[in-house]
Structures are given as C-alpha cells and as structure tokens.
C-alpha cells in the first residue's frame, strides 16, 4: 500500500468520525480487523491491500491526532479560510484539510509541501473543481503563517 493509498484511508476515516463521533481507537481497531478489512476489498478498491505496520502506524497517528486536535484544528480552518464561513465548506474538504493541517503540525517526518500536494490531489479526487484552489490557498497561507 502506498502512502497516498493510507492517507486516503485516514481521511476517509476522519470524515466518517466527524459525521459519527466516536472513540478513534475502536473505529481503527474495527475497520482493520483482517476479515472485516477484506470484505471492504470487495467493494472498494482502495481497500485491496491490507497496510503494513508502517501504514497502520501512519493511519492511526493521522485519525487519532486528528480526533484529538479536531477543535484547534478547526480553528486553523476558520481563520485561513478568508471569505469562507465554516459552516460553507463541505465536510470532505475539511477532513482534507485537518488531515493535511495535522501533518504540518504534529508528523515531521511528512515534508509539508507532501501533505499540501497530496491534500490538493484527494481534493482533486473527492471534491468540485473549485474547491481545490481553495485548500491548496488555506494550506499554503497555513503553512506559510503557522510553521515559520
């Protein structure tokens, strides 16, 4: 499984606890036991590969992390967001941009300009066309005012 692959996974996951609260730790232990994880193969190929320990590892850092700081981040989002109210911008894009924002932040080991560019292809990928000027603008000007 690629990193883009697991990023995808984690975003998906982040949008699914934003819409049904719950504890991170359960859903993650759920979605990856084996047999409940292969079946997902069936209808979604994103699903095809069962993560490493390095994948699973970044999934549940991003999920947690993401669930912990989801009020700060949300945060970050409203004030980057210029001419946007919060409540205007779908939910898919603002999973895209705590996954993204969280990176920044809390995983040095992802260069920000990956989790900007990755951000900007599920953007791509999930979202209307105008959306994706949108988060690359918010991450940038986040990254830019937030990291130096």
């Known amino acids: ?22 504890d991170p730790n359960r859903v993650l232990r759920d979605i990856f036991d084996e047999e409940y994880y292969a079946s997902l193969g069936g209808e979604d190929g994103m699903f095809a590969e069962f993560p490493d320990a390095v994948q699973l590892d970044y999934i549940g850092r991003i999920v947690r992390g993401v669930s912990e700081h989801s009020a700060e981040l949300d945060g970050y989002i409203d004030k980057y967001a210029v001419g946007w109210k919060f409540g205007r911008i779908s939910r898919t894009a603002i999973a895209i941009l705590k996954t993204a924002m969280f990176e920044i932040l809390y995983m040095p080991d992802v260069p920000d300009k990956a989790a900007i560019n990755e951000a900007v292809e599920l953007a791509k990928r999930y979202e209307e ?5 949108f988060i690359n603008g918010v991450l940038g000007s986040f990254s830019r005012s937030e990291i130096m």
């Open 129 to 133: 066309p105008s959306t994706v000027p």
């Open 1 to 22: 499984m690629t990193r883009t692959t697991a990023r995808e996974i984690a975003v998906r996951l982040c949008f699914g606890l934003s819409e049904n609260p719950q």
